[in-house]
């Protein structure tokens, strides 16, 4: 734990306990000691609260699947909650965000709307997108969180895409694209990164390597186990980052963000990371020992991530309380929410197919 | 003007008239585009906005859609409908799906021209006919030009327009010659055309069967029957109301469509109107189709494989 370190420089964005987005503009070289120190508490708590937020949320959502609230598939993001919350640090609203199937996580980092998020896995017409998409497919155009992508590797291309109109449209936007290990044997996977290194998008490939692709170990995928050398072969770099640390996934994030918002072209980061739970509720988990499981929980993001702060004196134990209370409140509103939410009428069955109906 | 020149004045047209729009695909650049409808296009736009790509038909493809997501009006060409199989992932899954899973969220104006249907002598991974395919699809739009002016008018149009749109051009019509009103803009894509007007039995068809269909049309009125040719023009949405008018004069059909017969998009026509127009019928739906069979090389089966003019008089006449 000593390795980790809280490094401020160019923090601009955090939420608020509520998940409103807000931007927030710290020149460190203006503010007094004391007040640095209660910035970065601030930040790490958030950070923890972050995190909190997801794990919750997804322990909510198991729980209502098998209460049949929740239909569908169910692909829980527990364990690697570091990833989407440490990446997401680097973002700024004009970024523009491409996830997976498996994107609570990455929906809730990125101030989605807990309730519009909770009332979408309950299919309801208040939902983010409109009891449409459901748990794969969370969208939020306001906050350009783009989805929501089920079909493996199915986003990168459209990540290239929306970096390549920022680019013809001379904007300084980074498009974040996350996938998993298993995309990585798509074929979209290489042609996405060629063709943004070989236009110099400015992309940020964000892998998050849980080290299997559903129940296929990487090793029984993946002739090269090493994801970050990938990029080497398009002629960009890439780097492996210990994607349990959320402090070092926040600082690679930040630091490459900015290399590719320079227009200095696309970069790769490989978060190694790993998922608690079954790949979906339909899983049996036969791929993978017990005890394999209890190792990596040994290094639950969130559980060492208070070690530290408590460490560091940054984390009092009333904090910490005041912070479950206000996740716990936070989901059980959205409860509410999604369970008085209208469902949508059947006559509007084929809405939204196209632009201008009829 | 030809059908090819349609295209490209269609494209010059988009081009100098809204910075939004660009043209990448398969060698639309330097080679000026494997039918030459983008010859010239590089030099006079440069290459931000002709932008020759990989040979990665999804990820470009999927790259079109996210850039329309972005703010842009790409022109995607994908060189030929056999090569859009590649892209199919990103068509199905993203180009039709995104605004209705999201809620109508999100639009995405992308044009995807690409090269359709045999007759060359190409054999069977280059000769296919593949539009009804991609007709069933709810959440995109397909546009079948025929005509010189549907060439141009209808990329015009699919750029005007705020949803993704597929325009399968037949390989056959590029040379072919036809009257284009230089200040003709976006042609309407809701509905189908009657190209010549007949009272004794309608005909409809699409694509590259339509000079054949409307050349068996003059045959048959030297035979004293009088064919109506319908284009359908767009396969989806289908304008089905104009092909119950017709049915209504004639009370026979006769559909040709290049494709293969089983599942091919003449048995949709023909489902359609046995379901909205029976009473209408004094006899069966015909189709003429493709032989259910690979495209052959030589020259003489693939002739047999494909519709052709005596095959289409011959079944009128049998009706």
Redesign the interface.
Known sequence: MSSRSLDLQGVSTTFTLTGEFEMQNIDINTIAQSDLQAVKQNHALTLLHEMLRIRRFEEKAAELYSLGMIRGFLHLYIGEEAVAVGAMQAFGQQD?IVATYREHGHALARGVPIRSLMAEMYGKAN???????GSM?L???GRRF??????VG?G???????????K??SRPYVTACFFGDGAVAE??FH??L??AA??KLPVLFLCENNLYAMGTALARHQSQTDIAMKAQGYGFQGEAVDGMDVLAVEKATRRVADWVRQGKGPYLLEFRTYRFRAHSMYDPELYRTKEEVERWKERCPIATFQTWLRQQQLLADTTLAQIEAAVDHEIEDAIVFAEAGPSEPVEDLL??????EG | MTYREAIRAGLREALRSDPRVFLMGEDVGRYGGAYACSRGLLEEFGPERVRDTPLSESTFVGAGIGAALGGMRPIVEVMTVNFSLLALDQVVNNAATLRHMSGGQFSIPLAVRMATGGGRQLAAQHSHSLEGWYAHIPGIKVLTPATVADAKGMLLAALQDPDPVFIFEHAMLYPMEGELDEDAGAADISQARVRRQGNDVTLITFGGSLPKTLEAAEQLASLEIEAEVVDARVLRPLDISTFLTSVAKTHRVVIVDEAWRTGSFAAEISAQIMEQGFDHLDAPVARICAAEVPMPYAKHLEEAALPQVGIIVKTVQGL
Do not use: K, M
């Open positions: 523009r939902g983010c997108s409109r009891g449409r998409g497919h969208f939020d155009a783009y989805g929501g992508y089920a079909i199915g990168l291309p459209i990540a290239v895409g929306l970096a390549l109109a920022d013809l449209q074929g979209e042609e996405s060629n063709l070989l236009w809405r939204d197919v196209y632009t201008q």
